[in-house]
């Protein structure tokens, strides 16, 4: 059997640190482990970046910092720019992924 691709979750943040750490909690949980996480941050001043710091410290996701909002499709073109995978998959910041998403994404 053929060795699992790398999948590069891109997932865009402004202003919603709750919504945000609901997300990556949902990520932490995929069965499937082969994915990186690259999170863009759009400016965001409510809380975000400290969330991000912490989780980008215990080397869980990389993270993007502009300093102002650059816009939805921007962000993503620059996290599909720092991707490492060979599959790309977009994940918005107010979407909890089931733990067998990226498994099944996988076996597609």
């Known amino acids: 059997m053929p060795a699992s691709p790398l999948i590069s979750v891109i997932v865009i943040n402004w202003n919603r640190r709750e919504l945000l750490e609901a ?3 949902s990520l932490q949980a995929q069965l499937f482990q082969d994915f990186e996480v690259i999170v863009v941050d759009n400016g965001s001043h409510d809380g975000s970046l400290d969330t991000l710091d912490a989780v980008e410290a215990r080397g869980e996701l990389r993270c993007i910092k502009n300093d102002t909002n650059r816009g939805f499709c921007a962000a993503n073109n620059q996290g599909i720019a720092a ?7 977009l994940l918005n910041n107010d979407a909890e992924a089931d733990p067998g998403w990226l498994a099944a994404l996988a076996d597609a």
């Open 23 to 25: 997300c990556l909690r």
């Open 83 to 89: 991707a490492r995978g060979a599959w790309v998959a």
